[in-house]
């Protein structure tokens, strides 16, 4: 392998600790540095992993030493962050989403192709074990014609562990989790071409851990018919409200042969299961052991791999585009109470290379 790639990181916040642990144990990139609008976390960061503590970003950016940022902010500061890393040169891996509008998205995908970098993008829950396995069922075309998704998120009330709720349902409980499932199933299935769909504020009311109030305007429960482009039909549910659901963030593909359960869009390690057509379901065994929980670096892994081995990266900004028009789709919907057309595409993600 060629000399690690060196990475710089945009955001100390709740992510970052997982991010920075997986990423240590990954031989092909090397930490380089931290920077955050709060400098105490930055510099907590850095003299925890023997890095930089960078007092700007424009300061990050100057780095030479630094090729690739990894866009851990907030998600109302993802365009600009990406944008200006990569008008500074550099490739940029960003946590979900990639922008809040799927203008700026796409804006994104071309500043990288014109700029000649990589451009890649979380949620990458479908590149785990659980998820690759339900993948290589329904692309044998065990189930028959696939007709009928449900995908659901049931997340709870955010503000009762995260120490600042307010962003997350600013944007939205599509934008922040019901892009999971969204993820999965259009790099399973392909591209979506029409959504349907209704939100409502359940839970006006809030209060941080602090015991601040502070109120929502965004629904914080959401259902929507997304009709793909091979005419499977997908019903998304998912809330701010409750996780006592036993459906929990569960997905169920049904075909006319049978169906296929995924006990859990983040977990890696969840159950998968097979029934054949009105039976009952049988535990299937995964393509290999699998990471507990979720490794939230396999996709900037494989971002750091494909620059190393001159391929394709797995987690295509165009796929990110993709998803971001569906999740506007869907905020429009509810607005208007139309159906509205989609009309991206993109390449399908290739499967994990350790899959048979």
């Given at each position: 392998m060629s000399n690690p790639i060196g990475v710089a990181l945009v955001g100390?916040?709740?992510?970052?600790?997982?991010?920075?642990?997986?990423?240590?144990?990954?031989?092909?990139?090397?930490?380089?540095?931290f920077f955050d609008l709060d400098a105490t976390r930055s510099q907590a960061f850095a003299a925890e992993h023997g890095a930089t503590a960078y007092s700007s970003l424009d300061?990050?950016?100057?780095?030479?030493?630094?090729?690739?940022?990894?866009?851990?902010?907030i998600h109302h500061a993802h365009f600009e962050v990406n944008a200006a890393a990569l008008q500074a040169g550099k490739h940029v891996y960003t946590e979900k989403p990639l922008a809040l509008t799927y203008a700026e998205a796409q804006a994104l995908v071309k500043l990288a192709d014109t700029q000649g970098l990589?451009?890649?993008?979380?949620?990458?829950t479908y590149l785990g074990e659980a998820q690759q396995t339900v993948s290589q069922h329904l692309a044998n075309e065990r189930l028959g014609p696939l007709r009928l998704v449900y995908a659901e998120l049931n997340h709870g009330r955010i503000e009762t562990w995260h120490p600042n709720p307010p962003p997350f349902y600013d944007v939205?409980?599509?934008?922040?989790?019901?892009?999971?499932?969204?993820?999965?199933?259009?790099?399973?299935?392909?591209?979506?071409?029409?959504?349907?769909?209704?939100?409502?504020?359940?839970?006006?009311?809030?209060?941080?851990?602090?015991?601040?109030p502070f109120t929502i305007t965004t629904p914080d429960v959401v259902t929507a018919l997304i009709t793909l482009k091979k005419e499977t039909l997908v019903r998304l549910s998912c809330n701010f409200y409750?996780?006592?659901?036993?459906?929990?963030?569960?997905?169920?593909?049904?075909?006319?042969?049978?169906?296929?359960?995924?006990?859990?869009?983040?977990?890696?390690?969840?159950?998968?299961?097979?029934?054949?057509?009105?039976?009952?379901?049988?535990?299937?065994?995964?393509?290999?052991?699998?990471?507990?929980?979720v490794e939230f670096g396999r996709g900037l892994q494989d971002f750091?791999?494909?620059?190393?081995?001159?391929?394709?990266?797995?987690?295509?900004a165009a796929h990110a585009a993709h998803v971001i028009e569906i999740m506007e789709a869907i905020d429009t919907s509810i607005a208007s109470g139309n159906p509205i057309k989609i009309g991206s595409t993109f390449p399908t993600p290739t499967p994990m290379p350790w899959t048979k």
């Open positions: 100390c916040g709740n992510i970052a600790t997982a991010y920075v642990e997986q990423m240590k144990s990954y031989p092909e990139v090397v930490i380089r540095g300061v990050l950016l100057a780095d030479a030493s630094v090729e690739v940022v990894v866009n851990l902010s990589r451009l890649g993008s979380a949620p990458i939205g409980v599509v934008w922040d989790v019901g892009i999971y499932p969204l993820t999965i199933i259009t790099a399973f299935l392909g591209p979506a071409v029409e959504v349907r769909a209704f939100g409502n504020v359940m839970m006006p009311n809030r209060t941080t851990l602090e015991g601040e409750t996780t006592s659901s036993k459906q929990g963030a569960s997905m169920e593909f049904h075909g006319d042969d049978g169906s296929l359960y995924l006990g859990n869009c983040f977990h890696f390690d969840a159950d998968v299961a097979h029934a054949e057509s009105e039976s009952d379901f049988t535990s299937l065994p995964l393509l290999r052991e699998p990471f507990e929980g750091a791999q494909a620059i190393l081995e001159n391929r394709p990266h797995r987690a295509a």
